[in-house]
């Protein structure tokens, strides 16, 4: 018995050690951009490096906000990630919700399609999207934006909530049929409602993806004033001289907000993720 003890230990030692050097190597960047966004610019250029500042300060973030007008660039990629997640999720659920309650001929070939959308990489559709936004004149739009990071977003949407609503029992809709309720009036005071975390998990996956997109806004964005964050940080780069501090200080102001919103969406994450699976 204490031998087998002695191993279990072992083994748990093993494992949470293993698990805090994974971390650790993962979020070595993290640390890093942290670090180098509160030194000044003379121990940015020093050579060896120094992992931590000597004299740290907070003057590069209001330096970057200044000088590379993130206050415009924040508002724009909040428009977008917010007007993304409130279209995804809005088609989302109901594509969602006629693929759980309605049987189709093809039902099982039109999901696998749906699933097949997310299995292209995003740079294969770059051209075609420019060539279908110019002819509508949705080139240097925020429109134009939303609209391709809805297509993107939208499979995993309506799988995701296929899901959600599947696992909710008809008998429920059928009651309130009974009591009256149009079908319409059963799915948004019944469905909806019972189906909270996995709509804020799938909100959350169309902001994040929206909010960190970098490829897209850079090709289908041309003016200044309409820029994403990401597109910002990275036209922030001299020819000739990067201000790193400046630039690590842009980047921690940009991945705070998701974050933030990661940590209190997180049980929402895992348990719609999981809850949504349920069911095929």
Same mark, same amino acid.
């Given at each position: 018995m204490f031998s087998s003890r002695k191993k279990r230990i072992k083994r748990a030692v093993f494992v949470h050690t293993s698990l805090i050097i994974l971390a650790f190597v993962i979020l070595l960047p993290v640390i890093w951009m942290v670090l180098t966004s509160l030194?000044?610019?003379v121990e940015t250029l020093r050579f060896?490096?120094?992992f931590m500042p000597e004299n740290p300060s907070f003057q590069n973030y209001l330096a970057a906000w200044r000088n590379m007008r993130l206050g415009t660039y924040f508002i724009n990629s909040l428009y977008v990630a917010l007007m993304t997640t409130l279209v995804a999720v809005f088609f989302g659920c109901m594509g969602g919700y006629a693929l759980a309650r309605f049987r189709m001929k093809g039902e099982k070939l039109y999901l696998m399609f749906i699933l097949a959308t997310r299995m292209f990489p995003a740079v294969v559709f770059l051209i075609p999207f420019f060539i279908v936004m110019r002819n509508l004149r949705l080139i240097d739009t925020f429109s134009g934006l939303i609209v391709s990071y809805t297509v993107f977003s939208l499979p995993f949407s309506i799988w995701l909530l296929r899901g959600f609503f599947r696992n909710i029992p008809t008998e429920l809709e059928e009651a309130a049929r009974i009591d009256g309720c149009t079908r319409l009036r059963a799915f948004t005071k019944i469905i909806l409602p019972l189906s909270a975390p996995g709509i804020a998990a799938t909100a959350v996956f169309c902001f994040i993806m929206a909010w960190n997109e970098f490829m897209f806004a850079n090709t289908l964005i041309m003016s200044d004033a309409k820029r994403m964050l990401t $597109?910002?940080?990275v036209a922030s780069i /001299? /020819?000739? $001289?990067v201000r790193?501090?400046?630039?690590?200080?842009?980047?921690m102001i940009t991945t705070v907000p998701v974050i933030v919103f990661y940590i209190f969406m997180q049980k929402y994450i895992t348990g719609g993720l999981t809850e949504g699976s349920v069911k095929g």
């Open positions: 030194k000044p610019t060896p490096p120094r $597109v910002a940080l /001299d /020819d000739f $001289v790193w501090n400046e630039l690590m200080a842009g980047g």
